[in-house]
Every structure is written in C-alpha cells, then in structure tokens.
C-alpha cells in the first residue's frame, strides 16, 4: 500500500519561523543602516539598504509560497489515497490544511512587517 507524504511539526512550523527570522534580519538591518550608515548609496532613486530589503522580503514571501506548495501537493495526494486509517487520514489532513493556513498567515505578517519600506526612508 502507498501511504501518502507525511506532514511533520518541522515542515509545520517552517513559515512561522521564516516569518520570525524576515523579522529580526529586517529590523536589524535597519538599525545598522541607521547607526553605522551601513548600504546608504542610492541606486535607482533608493537606497541599497531599502533594495537589499526588498529582495529579502521577496526571497522570504518565496520560500514560504513553497512550503505552501509542498503542503497543497500534500494534501491532494491525501485526497486521492486510500482511506483505510480513517483517523489518521483525518488527523494528517487536519495538519495540512494547519500548514496551509499558517503559511498564509505568515506570508501576511511578512507582508505587514515589510510595509514600511514602501511608505517611509530607511532611517524615518
């Protein structure tokens, strides 16, 4: 019998802890570019700092749309298999649509965390 990937509490907390980490390295990014004037060359009208946040904030929202990804591929893999452990089939599709939800809520608290560089310079 083929049993379906398994979704672990590691791949479940992948995005809340890619989320925590875009946070800490944003922010302290920032205050090295405001105490120590850390990428303040200006390049295409912003400042490296603020360019080099953006591509962490997009490489973090990426990483995140992939678990997302791994976890949907999980989850229709449940879909079509064998339903013979009903309990278990419950509890690992439970856990998925966890993933799922936690990886959007993730990629929102990135999204909010990151907002500021769109409204305000680096060192406002």
Avoid: K
């Avoid at 936690?102 to 305000?120: C, R």
């Amino acid at each position: 019998m083929n049993r379906p990937p398994r979704i672990t509490l590691t791949r479940m907390s992948v995005p809340y802890a890619l989320w925590a980490l875009h946070f800490v390295a944003l922010y302290s990014l920032q205050g090295l570019a405001c105490a120590q004037q850390l990428w303040r060359d200006r390049v295409g009208g912003l400042e490296l700092m603020t360019w080099v946040l953006w591509a962490l904030t997009a490489l973090v929202l990426a990483a995140i749309a992939f678990e997302a990804r791994r976890a949907w591929q999980i989850r229709r893999a449940l879909t079509v298999s064998d339903q013979t452990g009903r309990a278990d089939h419950e509890r690992r599709h439970f856990l998925v649509t966890l993933t799922l939800l936690g990886a959007a809520v993730s990629a929102l608290g990135v999204v909010f965390t990151a907002s500021p560089l769109a409204m305000l310079p680096t060192c406002a």
